[in-house]
């Protein structure tokens, strides 16, 4: 057996990736009754269940970490009782969420609603394709982690993911190479979501931890790959990458968030914290 099989990430690096998979999993599940064509009401479902779903894992994973270690620091604001897969997701407010932003933004071309409408596919779809294109990358070495219970996880979670690549990127090349309309509007759409992406590439203390044991990944170093994958459905969808632009760089990772991460865990949270201790 190899030795280094048995180095558990740190429970901050399982949230990272768990906040990301539950946030876009309640994001696209916002879809639902509201897709273009009835295929797609039930795609989306099905996205949404299986991030949730990873996420759960994820979750499930660090509370027990959490329960197992006496030291590990409890919210106040946390039910009584051991830590749950629920407490993680229902329990924590937003600065304690680690989730990517633009993983968070709501289905439209701007910030303000008055702007951008209220949902645009266009939108999703670059979303789920430019996430989906990274997390390929991630879950693939993730397989190989030296924390042998994330590694399993990642292993299940790949197969869903590839799935999700390729529907998000049959979507893009279908909306870019389509009508004057639709390749406009998914135009719009990655010029306005693509400066999110640099926060993938952003330094963080604990992907340089899990980079030096190989429980994790250093996201940093997936960049050049994950450019390949973009670029060349881009230019399938007869798009065009918009000029890198220097400016303010996301830092959902560290806990700092949009304001629509608030709105988004009020509605995804009312219930728990409405009956904390219910038994669902």
């Known amino acids: 057996m190899d030795a280094r099989v048995n180095t558990p990430a740190p429970v901050d690096y399982l949230l990272h990736l768990a906040d990301n998979a539950v946030v876009l999993g309640q994001r696209n599940a916002e879809w639902n009754g509201h897709a273009p064509i009835l295929e ?18 994820l979750y499930q994973y660090a509370a027990e970490r959490l329960n197992a270690d006496v030291r590990a620091p409890r919210n106040t604001a946390w039910p009584a009782g051991p830590v749950t897969e629920d407490t993680l997701a229902y329990f ?16 439209r071309l701007a910030l303000v609603p008055a702007a951008g409408g209220e949902r645009d596919w266009g939108v999703t779809t670059v979303r789920n394709f430019l996430y989906s294109a990274l997390m390929v990358l991630v879950w693939e070495r993730l397989s190989q982690s030296t924390d042998a219970h994330l590694a399993a996880i990642a292993a299940k979670s790949l197969k869903e993911t590839r799935y999700h690549l390729r529907h998000s990127r049959d979507w893009l090349v279908r909306l870019g190479d389509g009508t004057d309309e639709s390749h406009r ?51 399938e969808a007869t ?42």
């Open 239 to 280: 798009l065009k990458r918009p000029a890198a632009a220097d400016g303010y760089v996301t830092q959902g990772k560290s806990g700092v968030h949009s304001e629509h991460l608030g709105y988004l865990l009020a509605e995804m949270q009312s219930l728990a914290r409405a009956h904390p201790g219910a038994v669902w």
């Open 40 to 57: 797609e009401d039930l795609a989306m479902a099905n996205n949404s269940l299986d991030l949730i779903g990873q996420a759960r894992m």
């Open 92 to 107: 924590r407010d937003v600065p304690e969420f680690r989730n990517y932003t633009l993983l968070e933004l709501p289905h």
């Open 185 to 235: 509007r998914v135009q719009d759409a990655l010029d306005y979501l693509l400066p999110f992406t640099d926060e993938f590439w952003s330094a963080s203390a604990v992907e340089s931890a899990v980079a030096a044991d190989a429980s994790g990944v250093q996201v940093a170093e997936l960049r050049d790959e994950w450019n390949a994958i973009v670029d060349e459905a881009i230019a």
